[in-house]
């Protein structure tokens, strides 16, 4: 004990350091896929600030002896590569949520014709049509109104309760990962569909016009019909689409877990 200041000195042994970097690796493996925290807006040190500190809340504080031995840099590095792949697969069925509503947005966007101007994303990292990044922005905005961040979190915690560190890297099941993917894009084509309807109703009337009155340039005509046509019809499905939205993030969580085959 310090004389001067009647404190006890806290002392991190290598193991205590080596097992907070293997939980970081995890927890921003994770966080990087998820367009909310990892998109190219924020700031990477505001992402390695953000990881730190979720490494700290969700790694049991267990302090280890100061003469522990630290795990071989061999083994260590074979570690981190586990903690890799795990953050990486949770991560991404934590992504393919929001993947699921990408897929309504670009469909709508090419079937109105707003998919032919393309513009940068950077919520998404990739190029978009307007009404794709209008659909995209209400979606995460909508995440964070209804908490799903804690639904998020509380997903991120569990991983850690489900495969603990310094552990062997548990069977992972093909199945439920090609399961879960080819669930979630049928959700992104179903929720699209009301709207692209209204749409290729809209075509097949354009059509049937074109043969009444071929004089009518109906390519000019149709485009702006279109435009509209898929405005209205998106403003009608949004009270629609918020149950897909909570049942969406309500399993968030749950799918990190399904995918790591817990």
């Given at each position: 004990?310090?004389?001067?200041?009647?404190?006890?000195?806290?002392?991190?042994?290598?193991?205590?350091?080596?097992?907070?970097?293997?939980?970081?690796?995890?927890?921003?493996?994770?966080?990087?896929?998820v367009p909310v925290f990892g998109s190219e807006v924020v700031?990477?040190?505001?992402?390695?600030?953000?990881?730190?500190?979720?490494?700290?809340?969700?790694?049991?504080?267990?302090?280890?002896?100061?003469?522990?031995?630290?795990?071989?840099?061999?083994?260590?590095?074979?570690?981190?590569?586990?903690?890799?792949?795990?953050?990486?697969?949770?991560?991404?069925?934590?992504?393919?949520?929001?993947?699921?509503?990408?897929?309504?947005?670009?469909?709508?966007?090419?079937?109105?014709?707003?998919?032919?101007?393309?513009?940068?994303?950077?919520?998404?990292?990739?190029?978009?049509?307007?009404?794709?990044?209008?659909?995209?922005?209400?979606?995460?905005?909508?995440?964070?109104?209804?908490?799903?961040?804690?639904?998020?979190?509380?997903?991120?915690?569990?991983?850690?309760?489900?495969?603990?560190?310094?552990?062997?890297?548990?069977?992972?099941?093909?199945?439920?990962?090609?399961?879960?993917?080819?669930?979630?894009?049928?959700?992104?084509?179903?929720?699209?569909?009301?709207?692209?309807?209204?749409?290729?109703?809209?075509?097949?009337?354009?059509g049937l016009l074109s043969k009444v009155a071929p004089q009518?340039?109906?390519?000019?005509?149709?485009?702006?019909?279109?435009?509209?046509?898929?405005?209205?019809?998106?403003?009608?499905?949004?009270?629609?689409?918020?149950?897909?939205?909570?049942?969406?993030?309500?399993?968030?969580?749950?799918?990190?877990?399904?995918?790591?085959?817990?």
């Amino acid at each position: 004990m310090s004389e001067r200041t009647g404190l006890i000195p806290m002392i991190i042994s290598i193991a205590q350091a080596q097992l907070f970097f293997l939980a970081l690796t995890r927890v921003l493996a994770i966080l990087v896929q998820v367009p909310v925290f990892g998109s190219e807006v924020v700031p990477t040190q505001t992402k390695i600030g953000l990881g730190a500190v979720l490494a700290i809340i969700v790694l049991p504080w267990n302090p280890l002896p100061a003469n522990v031995d630290a795990i071989p840099w061999m083994l260590y590095a074979a570690l981190i590569m586990r903690e890799l792949i795990v953050g990486l697969l949770a991560g991404f069925a934590a992504a393919l949520t929001f993947g699921a509503f990408q897929i309504t947005g670009k469909l709508i966007d090419m079937s109105s014709g707003f998919g032919a101007g393309q513009v940068f994303n950077p919520a998404m990292s990739e190029a978009g049509g307007t009404l794709d990044q209008f659909f995209i922005l209400v979606v995460m905005l909508y995440f964070l109104l209804t908490n799903g961040h804690h639904v998020f979190l509380q997903g991120l915690q569990a991983t850690f309760v489900v495969l603990p560190l310094n552990q062997a890297l548990p069977e992972i099941n093909p199945g439920a990962l090609l399961t879960l993917t080819s669930g979630l894009i049928t959700a992104g084509v179903q929720m699209a569909l009301p709207v692209v309807g209204a749409l290729f109703l809209t075509d097949l009337t354009l059509g049937l016009l074109s043969k009444v009155a071929p004089q009518i340039n109906v390519f000019f005509l149709g485009l702006p019909i279109k435009v509209w046509v898929g405005i209205f019809a998106l403003s009608l499905m949004f009270n629609f689409f918020i149950p897909s939205l909570d049942q969406a993030f309500k399993n968030l969580g749950p799918r990190m877990l399904q995918i790591l085959g817990a």
